[in-house]
C-alpha cells in the first residue's frame, strides 16, 4: 500500500470506528439516564407504537377506576341509609303491635303514634339525606347508575336504583300512616312487615350490584398493572446488561482514540525518509 500525506487511510479508518463507538456510547447512555430502550419512535417504531397504545389503554382505566368508585359510592351511601329505613321500619312494627292492645288507654295509644309518625318522617329524612355526589338511588324516581367498566366505554355496570321512599314502591306505609285506633294499628301491622321484606330485598339486590362494582374495580386495578408491566417488558432497559456496556464501549472509546493517534502520526515518520 503507497504511502501519502495526503491521505490518512488509517486515520480515516479509526476515525470512523471511533464515531461508531461514540454513538453506541450515546445510545447506551440514554437508555441508563431513562431506563428506556426504546424512548422514541426513532429507537424502533413498531414496539415504541404499541407501547404508546398499551399506555393509552392503562390510562384510560383510570378514568374507569374513578367511575367505579363513585358508583361504589353510591352505592354504599343506599346501602347504609337502606339498613338504617329496616331499623326504623322495625321499631315501626313493634308500635304498631303495642298500640294494637286493646286494652291500652288513650293516652299511651296517642303516645305510641307520636312515636310512629316520628319514625315514619325519620325514613323520608334518611331517603332526602343519601346521597353522594348529588345522586341519590333510593328516593322517589331515582334513576340507575351506570358505571363504565372498560376503557372504551362501550361496556356498563349498571346498578339498579331502588325506591325506598315512604308511599313508594317498598315502603308500603302511606305517607299520612298512622296507628292512632287499634283498627289502624292492627292493619300496620302487615303493612309493615310488607315494607321490611320489600326493603331487605331491595337492600340484598343493592349489596349483590355493590359487590359487582367491587369486583370489577379490582379486576380493573389488576388489568392496569398487567398492560403496565407489559410495557415495560417491551420498552425498559435491562439497567444491569446496559452498565456492562457501558464500561465496554468507554474501553472501546479510549483504545479507538489511541488507534486514531497512532494512526495521525504515521504521516510524521515520512521525514525520515528525506532525512
Do not use: C, H, P, Y
Amino acid at each position: 500500500m503507497s504511502t501519502s500525506v495526503n491521505t490518512n487511510v488509517g486515520a480515516l479508518v479509526a476515525l470512523q470506528n471511533l464515531n461508531a463507538t461514540t454513538a453506541q456510547l450515546a445510545t447506551v447512555q440514554g437508555r441508563i439516564s431513562t431506563g428506556l430502550k426504546v424512548g422514541s419512535a426513532k429507537d424502533d417504531g413498531a414496539i415504541w407504537a404499541i407501547a404508546q397504545n398499551q399506555r393509552a389503554t392503562a390510562s384510560s382505566l383510570d378514568a374507569v377506576k374513578d367511575s367505579l368508585n363513585r358508583a361504589s359510592s353510591v352505592t354504599d351511601v343506599a346501602l347504609a341509609a337502606g339498613s338504617q329505613i329496616s331499623d326504623l321500619l322495625t321499631q315501626m312494627q313493634s308500635k304498631a303491635l303495642s298500640a294494637s292492645d286493646t286494652s291500652l288507654d288513650t293516652a299511651s295509644r296517642n303516645a305510641l303514634n307520636t312515636d310512629f309518625i316520628s319514625l315514619r318522617n325519620q325514613i323520608t329524612q334518611v331517603v332526602n339525606n343519601a346521597s353522594f355526589n348529588g345522586i341519590n338511588l333510593i328516593k322517589n324516581g331515582a334513576t340507575n347508575v351506570a358505571a363504565l367498566a372498560n376503557s372504551s366505554g362501550s361496556s356498563v355496570l349498571t346498578v339498579q336504583a331502588q325506591d325506598l321512599s315512604v308511599g313508594g314502591a317498598n315502603v308500603t306505609v302511606a305517607a299520612t300512616g298512622t296507628i292512632g285506633t287499634v283498627t289502624q294499628a292492627s292493619a300496620m301491622i302487615a303493612t309493615v312487615q310488607t315494607s321490611i321484606n320489600n326493603v331487605s330485598s331491595a337492600l340484598a339486590k343493592l349489596g349483590t350490584a355493590s359487590k359487582s362494582v367491587a369486583s370489577q374495580l379490582t379486576f380493573v386495578g389488576k388489568l392496569q398493572d398487567t398492560i403496565t408491566a407489559g410495557v415495560g417488558n417491551l420498552v425498559d432497559a435491562d439497567l444491569a446488561k446496559e452498565s456492562a456496556q457501558l464500561q465496554a464501549l468507554q474501553t472501546k472509546q479510549q483504545l479507538g482514540i489511541q488507534a486514531l493517534s497512532i494512526a495521525n502520526s504515521a504521516s510524521s515518520s515520512l521525514l525520515g525518509l528525506f532525512r
